[in-house]
């Protein structure tokens, strides 16, 4: 099979590969369509933690692909059957797994993380993930290259939930990238009176509009504070989601925030650029709740994949571009373009 294959920093190579062999409890999916994400980007970059000097491996963890074979003892499924994979799986037995935060556990396994992943022809799903659930069902009806966006909406959707997006709120979004559109639409769906989103980009605001904004702020040209002012009656937004890795953005949301807000630090910082000075006090006098969530647990994806089949989201737009593997040079200066959202590959498709 064809297989892209991490070798080191700024090395990926399209390799033949076996298609990998199926164990007990174990399913063969071809893979017919893979996300590129930030955290794609960075393993390229050589700045993942689990692609340490020496890591050969494929990476991947967005895919939608088709059951081909079966493992013995596997039971419930079909080959043929069209699939979503939820990425992450725990080791079952610990305090974060048993409480449902499969995505904190310390020894957790991921696709494309820390075992072969998606940007392939074929991939092998293990036992483990599939006694743990991560196995979804997809309608055949869904776009594939949509389903793949399955994964960061249910990050968005445990990010929202830590601060409790609900009706009659003001939601400030600070970027709009494919996790900031995200968050526009599932704002909107979840009842939000008003949904303002900021941007230094200006071009990627119009979606943003399109998706459900009812006010984007280009923060080159306007004052973002005096718009969420106007906006919210001089109170401040009740919810602030920092969805772009920018530092001034998590000190300036804690200024945005209405008197008991609530903010989420949703898009980490380059690790040698975390330390960011803010002021407590306005956190302690303004009586703001300020969180922080990663990833997503396997709960997360089925309630993600269950909104989209029930279209109440459609993550068609975001799609900015499919490619097969053998572009993947191509596939990957795209989606490190502000002009791109989602890149996918489609392994199925010939060069």
């Not at 979840?190 to 071009?203: C, N, Y």
């Not at 040698?272 to 306005?282: A, F, G």
């Not at 097969?324 to 191509?330: K, N, Q």
Request: aromatic fraction near 4%.
């Amino acid at each position: 099979m064809k297989a892209l294959v991490y070798h080191g920093k700024e090395d990926l190579r399209l390799e033949e590969r076996p298609i990998p062999s199926v164990g007990p409890g174990e399913v063969l999916l071809r893979v017919l369509r893979a996300g590129i994400c930030g955290t794609d980007l960075r393993i390229l970059h050589g700045a993942h933690r689990h692609y340490p000097s020496g890591v050969v491996r494929i990476p991947g963890h967005e895919v939608v692909g088709e059951i081909v074979t079966l493992g013995e003892g596997v039971s419930g499924w079909q080959v043929g059957q069209r699939v979503f994979v939820a990425p992450n799986t725990g080791c079952g037995h610990c305090r974060q797994c048993v409480s449902g935060n499969n995505n904190r556990c310390p020894d957790f396994c991921a696709l494309g993380i820390t075992i072969d992943g998606a940007f392939a022809e074929y991939v092998c799903i293990p036992a483990a993930a599939l006694r743990q659930g991560n196995l979804i069902p997809l309608d055949k009806t869904v776009d594939p290259a949509a389903a793949v966006l399955i994964e960061p909406l249910a990050c968005v959707l445990r990010g929202q939930d830590a601060v409790a997006v609900s009706a009659g709120d003001v939601v400030l979004i600070m970027g709009a990238g494919p996790i900031g559109i995200l968050h526009t639409m599932l704002a909107r769906v979840r009842g939000a009176a008003r949904v303002i989103v900021s941007e230094v980009w200006g071009a990627r605001l119009t979606l943003a509009a399109a998706v459900g904004a009812d006010r984007t702020v280009d923060v080159n040209v306007e004052d973002l504070q005096q718009v969420v002012l106007s906006e919210s009656d001089g109170a401040g937004a009740d919810v602030v989601i920092v969805a772009a890795p920018v530092a001034t953005a998590q000190q300036s949301a804690l200024e945005l925030a209405a008197l008991g807000g609530r903010v989420n630090f949703f898009g980490g910082l380059p690790k040698d650029q975390s330390i960011v000075p803010i002021d407590t006090n306005l956190i302690h006098y303004k009586e703001l709740l300020v969180t922080g969530t990663t990833a997503c647990n396997t709960y997360d994806c089925w309630r993600a994949a269950t909104l989209v089949r029930a279209g109440r989201i459609d993550l068609t737009c975001l799609v900015s571009g499919i490619y097969p593997l053998e572009r993947f040079a191509e596939a990957f200066a795209a989606a490190q373009q502000r002009s791109a959202l989602k890149i996918v590959f489609d392994p199925t498709q010939m060069q």
